[in-house]
């Protein structure tokens, strides 16, 4: 593996940084405050190929490699956290398994859309008693002639609200336990498809996370994704390809309270001089700036072993989103202990990175599953 970008890389990442600076930052601010979606600037991306970014050309996608998906990750979430993970879910939780398990027909409906971002993707596996348990979900799917019915509810889904294809995870035989799940794409117009409540956050709050309550929901039979009792695996592989999309937010928001933390210690004078000429900021500028490039290189391998490596990258993809979602906590709180009480308030952006970073080392497992799954991979 290469450690310096490619020229294309390079390219894609100057492309996406001026993009973010020029429509995403003057908004951003905006967007947390308001808890307002970010439609607009969606509709910019997709116009780019950001939104079809891993789906081949063949469907409309760009076709990139995942290094530069990582990037463009990065880039938008170091100006707007909350249209990272939407990016991310996306492309890696939604395009990638119909890419990866869908048959003809399904890549030819469904690519198309989402690579030009007419319906935005949403991962439908999170419920009330299944968070990282996802063995022990209870929604339920009884194929009755030509439709399967899903009756149960989801939570946490992000886009829930605003999702037009969702990858829908239900129990199709029970006695099989978790090989007995099985996945489908649904559209949010089927019978019997209901969005519940939206969740008030303490960060990400441009992302509209809810719950979806389905109530006898007609799925068509031909929307099986795979087959039936792969729902478990399905999804499993579709976390660890989401995992690296995340620890790409993480390395972005981390790096955005890293750039703050320069700028206003280098603006910031006290007894006489700006707090940049004191060891004490230095020193935290310099932990923040190592760990971060050490982060970015473990997100840069993951992204690597999913495009070469034969077989699952589990390990990888844990370990980059542990080590980065910790990163970026690490960096958030040295970032408002640099700007000292104007840190604490909403005036710095500062202090929304502190609120957005906390959910890296939640969301697609948490960093205790992280480790279980580092653990499992080095004792088989």
Same mark, same amino acid.
């Given at each position: 593996?290469?450690?310096?970008?490619?020229? %294309? +890389?390079?390219?894609?990442?100057?492309? =996406?940084?001026?993009?973010?600076?020029?429509?995403?930052?003057?908004?951003?601010?905006?967007?947390?405050?308001? *808890?307002?979606?970010?439609?607009?600037?969606?509709?910019?991306?997709?116009?780019?190929?950001?939104?079809?970014?891993?789906?081949?050309?063949?469907?409309?996608?760009?076709?990139?490699?995942?290094?530069?998906?990582?990037?463009?990750?990065?880039?938008? !979430?170091?100006?707007?956290?909350?249209?990272?993970?939407?990016?991310?879910?996306?492309?890696?939780?939604?395009?990638?398994?119909?890419?990866?398990?869908?048959?003809?027909?399904?890549?030819?409906?469904?690519?198309?859309?989402?690579?030009?971002?007419?319906?935005?993707?949403?991962?439908?596996?999170?419920?009330?008693?299944?968070?990282?348990?996802?063995?022990?979900?209870?929604?339920? *799917?009884?194929?009755?002639?030509?439709?399967?019915?899903?009756?149960?509810?989801?939570?946490?889904?992000?886009?829930?609200?605003?999702?037009?294809?969702?990858?829908?995870? /239900?129990?199709?035989?029970?006695?099989?336990?978790?090989?007995?799940?099985?996945?489908?794409?649904?559209?949010?117009?089927?019978?019997?498809?209901?969005?519940?409540?939206?969740?008030?956050?303490?960060?990400?709050?441009?992302?509209?996370?809810?719950?979806?309550?389905?109530?006898?929901?007609?799925?068509?039979?031909?929307?099986?994704?795979?087959?039936?009792?792969?729902?478990?695996?399905?999804?499993?592989?579709?976390?660890?390809?989401?995992?690296?999309?995340? *620890?790409?937010?993480?390395?972005?928001? /981390? %790096?955005?309270?890293?750039?703050?933390?320069?700028?206003?210690?280098? +603006?910031?004078?006290?007894?006489?001089?700006?707090?940049?000429?004191?060891?004490?900021?230095?020193?935290?500028?310099?932990?923040?700036?190592?760990?971060?490039?050490?982060?970015?290189?473990?997100?840069?391998?993951?992204?690597?072993?999913?495009?070469?490596? +034969?077989?699952?990258?589990?390990?990888?993809?844990?370990?980059?989103?542990?080590?980065? !979602?910790?990163?970026?906590?690490?960096?958030?709180?040295?970032?408002?202990?640099?700007?000292?009480?104007?840190?604490?308030?909403?005036?710095?952006? =500062?202090?929304?990175?502190?609120?957005?970073?906390?959910?890296?080392?939640?969301?697609?497992?948490?960093?205790?599953?992280?480790?279980?799954?580092?653990?499992?991979?080095?004792?088989?």
């Amino acid at each position: 593996m290469q450690l310096e970008l490619n020229e %294309q +890389q390079k390219m894609i990442q100057k492309m =996406v940084r001026e993009f973010a600076e020029k429509e995403i930052a003057p908004v951003a601010s905006e967007l947390d405050k308001k *808890a307002k979606y970010p439609t607009e600037i969606l509709k910019k991306m997709a116009k780019l190929g950001l939104l079809g970014a891993i789906i081949p050309q063949e469907y409309g996608g760009a076709g990139l490699d995942t290094i530069s998906y990582t990037i463009i990750i990065e880039e938008i !979430s170091k100006k707007c956290a909350s249209t990272g993970v939407i990016t991310s879910v996306h492309n890696s939780l939604v395009s990638w398994p119909i890419m990866k398990y869908g048959n003809e027909e399904q890549k030819k409906k469904y690519l198309p859309i989402l690579a030009r971002g007419e319906k935005i993707g949403a991962f439908a596996g999170t419920e009330p008693n299944a968070g990282s348990d996802l063995g022990a979900m209870q929604t339920t *799917a009884e194929l009755k002639g030509d439709k399967y019915i899903i009756n149960g509810n989801k939570t946490f889904i992000t886009s829930g609200s605003k999702a037009g294809v969702l990858i829908v995870f /239900a129990v199709t035989d029970k006695s099989l336990g978790s090989k007995g799940i099985s996945a489908f794409i649904v559209e949010n117009t089927m019978k019997g498809f209901k969005v519940g409540d939206t969740f008030e956050k303490m960060g990400i709050n441009a992302n509209h996370v809810t719950e979806l309550i389905f109530e006898d929901m007609e799925v068509p039979k031909e929307n099986l994704l795979g087959k039936e009792g792969e729902g478990f695996k399905i999804a499993l592989s579709a976390l660890d390809g989401g995992r690296i999309g995340i *620890a790409a937010q993480a390395v972005g928001i /981390a %790096q955005a309270a890293l750039e703050e933390s320069i700028e206003y210690s280098k +603006q910031r004078q006290q007894f006489g001089r700006p707090i940049a000429k004191f060891q004490a900021i230095q020193w935290m500028l310099a932990d923040m700036a190592t760990r971060i490039e050490a982060a970015r290189q473990l997100v840069y391998k993951a992204a690597y072993a999913k495009d070469h490596k +034969q077989g699952r990258y589990s390990k990888e993809a844990a370990m980059a989103k542990l080590f980065a !979602s910790e990163t970026a906590m690490d960096a958030v709180i040295k970032a408002v202990q640099i700007h000292g009480g104007y840190g604490y308030t909403k005036e710095y952006t =500062v202090e929304r990175l502190f609120r957005d970073a906390k959910i890296t080392e939640i969301y697609e497992g948490t960093s205790e599953v992280q480790r279980l799954v580092i653990a499992n991979s080095l004792l088989k």
